[in-house]
């Protein structure tokens, strides 16, 4: 099923419960779905935009482009398949509780699972945590961010490459993450499988 819309900046009309937020942005029928902390951390509060107007949103969007997944960088990035968002769209007051992320979770969930993207990039540690735990069988015990930055973790209906923090990245960071995406999208990374064969009609039936 692909979502029907020509909506880049929220899509799915998502109305968080606080009145400045930076709601998901790009192509509702994303393969790459990018997935942020909030916007105290990864910018986007004048612009809108997750990953705008901060030193860690441009350097991820540079990082995007060279990866293919975007055709412009810019408060208003033209997207290739691609989709971003925040764990925590709400503009905060200070760091967020574990409660104030714990009354996003079903907003996050609800877009992630509408997107239904093929792979997902958390970049952060928190991101990274919640979709490894959630997305995935990966055990987050002692999470080692920096081993994981732009390796494949295979998920239930999704594969992860987690990001570290783009505030944090060395020298290589960067061009180790253009070089892993790029090997990704040369493979079959969407992993569908042809079932209609055991249905009636000669139309495709594909599922991961």
Do not use: K
């Not at 192509?27 to 509060?45: L, R």
């Not at 107007?53 to 540079?62: D, H, M, N, P, W």
């Not at 919640?130 to 990966?138: K, N, P």
């Not at 960067?174 to 499988?193: G, M, N, P």
């Amino acid at each position: 099923m692909r979502n029907v819309t020509d909506r880049v900046s929220n899509p799915f009309g998502m109305q968080p419960p606080c009145e400045r937020f930076v709601p998901g942005y790009g192509d509702a029928n994303a393969h790459f779905h990018v997935v942020g902390d909030h916007p105290g951390v990864h910018g986007g509060i004048e612009a809108g935009v997750p990953f705008t107007g901060s030193q860690a949103g441009r350097r991820l969007q540079r990082a995007l482009h060279d990866a293919g997944l975007l055709r412009t960088t810019g408060d208003r990035p033209d997207v290739n398949t691609t989709y971003l968002s925040y764990l925590h769209t709400c503009v905060p007051t200070g760091a967020p509780t574990d409660d104030d992320y714990a009354a996003m979770e079903p907003f996050f969930d609800a877009e992630l699972r509408a997107i239904a993207a093929h792979v997902l990039f958390p970049v952060g540690e928190r991101a990274i945590e919640h979709v490894l735990e959630t997305c995935t069988a990966h055990d987050t015990a002692g999470l080692d961010v920096e081993s994981l930055h732009a390796t494949e973790v295979q998920g239930s209906g999704w594969l992860v490459m987690p990001i570290r923090d783009p505030r944090t990245w060395a020298s290589d960071d960067a061009t180790s993450l253009v070089d892993a995406i790029d090997t990704l999208r040369a493979t079959d990374y969407r992993r569908e499988t042809d079932l209609g064969r055991f249905v009636a009609g000669n139309e495709p039936y594909l599922v991961r």
